[in-house]
Antibody
């Protein structure tokens, strides 16, 4: 059973860049069966899809964040990463990485999530 | 962007009774809808995809139905461990979008 684990700073200053990495264990990230995605959840609120990436590097982003977001993949480390620029307090959220089944575009395996707070 | 709208916001159900949750899409999404369960302090868990197919390991008391714009998640006999927030997600069009959630509690 694959496992996903987020890592990165829990506190980011306004206007700076949020950077998170998701490490995938128990199987290769280089598979045609899955995309690899990021979802966030502000405290006490609902879920927002950020974007996802294929092992070959192809990406989809939420248009609401496209100007500030970048997702990359490192197949040699079995990791994928999120960068969100010019953050504000509105970007404070639990950030989840997740596996996205390519045939039905649903998230069937999630990391535990990591809280990122934007504050000076 | 397709907007899924869930109702009710909160549902109180007695143990052993049926819980019925609704999700309505702003336009037709065929059967391209999933349901997730999120317990407090945990990541969401996939329950249903394709509107009615249970994911691996999901108990039979969870069932999904619907197509087009109207969808339903039914918990046939509510158990205490089913207390959670339930989200629907459409995947007919990009961007992927989630409903606002229905909180299920024990009456």
């Amino acid at each position: 059973q694959q496992q996903l684990q987020e890592s990165g700073p829990g506190l980011v200053k306004p206007s700076e860049t949020l950077s998170l990495t998701c490490t995938v264990s128990g199987g290769s990230i280089s598979t045609t069966h899955y995309y690899w995605g990021w979802i966030r959840q502000p405290p006490g609120k609902g879920l927002e899809w950020i974007g996802n990436i294929y092992y070959s590097g192809g990406t989809y982003y939420n248009p609401s964040l496209r100007s500030r977001v970048s997702i990359s993949v490192d197949t040699s480390k079995n990791q994928f990463s999120l960068r969100l620029n010019s953050v504000t307090a509105a970007d404070t959220a639990i950030y989840y990485c997740a596996r996205l089944v390519s045939t039905v575009t649903t998230f069937d395996n999630w990391g535990q999530g990591t809280l990122v707070t934007v504050s000076s | 962007e397709i907007v899924p709208t869930q109702s009710p916001a909160t549902l109180s159900v007695s143990p052993g009774e049926r819980a019925t949750l609704s999700c309505r899409a702003s336009q037709s999404i065929s059967s391209n809808l999933a349901w997730y369960q999120q317990k407090p302090g945990q990541a969401p868990r996939l329950l249903i995809y394709g509107a009615s197919t249970r994911a691996t390991g999901i108990p039979a008391r969870f069932s999904g139905s619907g197509s087009g714009r109207e969808f339903t998640l039914t918990i046939s006999s509510l158990q205490s461990e089913d207390v959670a927030v339930y989200y629907c997600q459409q995947y007919n069009n990009w961007p992927l979008t989630f409903g606002g959630g229905t909180k299920v509690e024990i009456k």
